[in-house]
């Protein structure tokens, strides 16, 4: 089974909502979610997992995949950015 981190920041609380709609379909695919505050996440257990969502409000300079780029990531997925409260 894999495993998923989902990290994230959240400033409203909207980021943190839709953390948790990743992880249900995370769940619903038979994968095991994780989520964790960015500052609660611990670098060392990077190889606990088998891939990690990142997650932080959007206010229109986009910048966290050009920075996980640039620390070595490899992006599997375009961007979500979902403005306002998600929904259904």
Known sequence: ??????VF????GNTEVMSTFVANGVNEEGA???????????PDTLDDYDAIAFGC??????????????LG???VSDSVICNETPDE
């Open 9 to 12: 920041w959240s400033g409203t």
């Open 32 to 42: 095991e979610a994780a989520i964790f505050l960015a500052s609660e996440f611990n």
């Open 1 to 6: 089974m894999s495993k998923i981190a989902i």
């Open 73 to 75: 990531a490899v992006l």
């Open 57 to 70: 409000p959007s206010m229109g300079s986009e910048e966290l995949e050009e920075t996980c780029e640039s």
